[in-house]
């Protein structure tokens, strides 16, 4: 099954836009597919991993969406007792307007509108999150992105994301078909699934960015993750 990918054919969500309730309820369905398939269980098992109690970190999430995953982080840092400052990063500026209203209770939190590859921070990072994304993109912006994160963070680098195959895509249209059927949402999951890397491809990615010693793991519903780790 090849990975299907145009650069000239954008999911919905990523297309100049105004905030609409079209765009919020696709927002809000992916934040409800994070929870309910997989994505947060992921991520919270690097967040005990790498956020200790009383820990003072900064972090920063790429192509943070609706801000969903840095209010995840936020809580847990809450309940370690720890000092965390994260930095989200997206190019949309309706999606952003979206995620500061959903985190007005989080100051933890500092959205930036900005593209990843021409961001220039003042300093490095502690941990770099990248969930969901990579499949948004080329084979050789995809390795960018990867040595773009080792380059923000030379500590803990994690980057999640679909794992491509029949099943998932078999998964992904009956739930596209019975559950979330809303035309945006129906078309840019249907596209992701599509675009997303395989296993294979996601290892060889990362070797060609560079990583060496990380880590590769397949996750539950069609999630795999990536990561890199201080000693």
Not at 20 to 44: K, M, T, V
Not at 153 to 168: C, E, I, N, T
Not at 181 to 204: C, G, V, W, Y
Request: charged share 25%; hydrophobic share 40%; net charge positive.
């Amino acid at each position: 099954m090849k990975r299907r990918f145009n650069p000239a054919e954008l999911e919905l969500m990523d297309r100049p836009q105004p905030v609409s309730a079209e765009l919020e309820r696709d927002l809000e369905n992916i934040r409800q597919l994070n929870r309910w398939f997989g994505s947060y269980a992921l991520i919270s098992i690097f967040l005990s991993r790498w956020i200790k109690p009383g820990a003072r970190l900064r972090i920063v999430d790429l192509a943070t969406g609706s801000g969903d995953i840095p209010r995840l982080i936020a809580e847990y840092g809450r309940k370690v007792g720890g000092e965390l400052r994260i930095d989200a990063l997206d190019r949309q500026s309706a999606t952003l307007e979206i995620a500061k209203k959903l985190s007005v209770h989080y100051p933890e939190i500092t959205f930036i509108e900005t593209d990843v590859f021409s961001w220039q921070p003042s300093t490095t990072y502690d941990v770099v999150f990248c969930t969901l994304a990579l499949h948004h993109f080329s084979d050789g912006d995809a390795v960018r992105l990867l040595r773009r994160c080792r380059q923000l963070s030379p500590k803990f680098v994690l980057v999640s994301d679909l794992r491509r195959g029949w099943l998932a895509t078999i998964g992904v249209h009956l739930l596209t078909t019975t559950m979330f059927r809303e035309p945006m949402t129906k078309h840019d999951a249907r596209l992701s699934i599509a675009r997303a890397f395989s296993f294979s491809e996601m290892n060889q990615l990362a070797q060609r960015a560079g990583w060496t010693n990380f880590g590769h793991k397949t996750f539950p519903f069609a999630r795999q993750a990536i990561w890199l780790e201080a000693a």
